[in-house]
């Protein structure tokens, strides 16, 4: 089994900034992808940003030059550095990763989410 634990989620105010974590753990043998993605209640899920294992990344228009993906591989770990928030970024945030286990199964899997909330 693989299971993904977020933390890093608050209030903070318009302009403000976080940063969100999310590790991986499980026998885990490779993570391909890990990515953010987020929702607000009564809309689908979106993607916020992804990150490869050799490190290509890829933004929603909405985040660019604002927030950035990074991934630790040694420890199985993702990061969401969330700059200049603004009110729209209000959120509950889910960290995804997709990759195999020892035992050569595939796994997609999704954290439990956590909340950022911007105020103004």
């Known amino acids: 089994q693989v299971a993904l634990v977020e933390s890093g989620g608050g209030l903070v105010q318009a302009g403000g900034s976080l940063r969100l974590s999310c590790a991986a753990s499980?026998?885990?043998?490779?993570?391909?992808?890990m990515g953010w993605y987020r929702q607000i209640p009564g809309r689908q899920r979106e993607l916020v940003a992804t990150?490869?294992?050799?490190?290509?990344?890829n933004y929603a228009d909405s985040v660019k030059g604002r927030f950035t993906i990074s991934r630790d591989n040694t420890k199985n770990t993702s990061y969401l550095q969330m700059n200049n928030l603004k009110l729209e970024d209000t959120a509950v945030y889910y960290c995804?990763?997709?990759?195999?286990?020892?035992?050569?199964?595939?796994?997609?899997?999704w954290g439990q989410g956590t909340q950022v909330t911007v105020s103004s």
């Open positions: 990150i490869t294992r050799s490190g290509t990344t």
């Open positions: 995804n990763a997709r990759g195999a286990t020892w035992i050569s199964e595939v796994f997609d899997r």
């Open positions: 499980g026998r885990i043998f490779s993570i391909n992808v």
